[in-house]
Nanobody, 122 residues
């Protein structure tokens, strides 16, 4: 059974905003550091943002810092990615993931959602 499920993707014009949500089906959500990754056509999956267990620390890739904000609500077993000032280069499938470590390294995330498509037009 899928543990993490993304939602909130869609199509938006450049300069617009979207908020992605990731819902967990288990009550152990707060034990995990969480991250967002994305994969564009023909490219490998890349790091976007991460947040620590309690939400006290976070880190972003250079390409999204200042525009995206990661947050979490452990009482709701959910993590979010607020995306503002979207650019066509942000077009990708976005995935949420969970890790035992606070890290940007993709291989250290051991739980993954199925992804949600974000398309930004010029």
């Amino acid at each position: 059974q899928v543990q993490l499920v993304e939602s909130g993707g869609g199509s938006v014009q450049a300069g617009g905003s979207l908020r992605l949500s990731c819902a967990a089906s288990r009550s152990i959500f707060s034990w995990y550091n969480m991250g967002w990754f994305r994969q564009a056509p023909g490219k490998e999956r890349e790091f976007v943002a991460t947040i620590s267990r309690s939400g006290g620390s976070n880190h972003y890739s250079d390409s999204v810092k200042g525009r995206f904000t990661i947050s979490r609500d452990n009482a709701k077993n959910a993590v979010y990615l607020q995306m503002n000032s979207l650019k066509p280069e942000d077009t990708a499938v976005y995935y949420c993931a969970a890790s035992d470590s606070y890290t940007i390294i993709r291989s250290l995330y051991n739980k993954w959602g199925q992804g949600t498509q974000v398309t930004v037009s010029s």
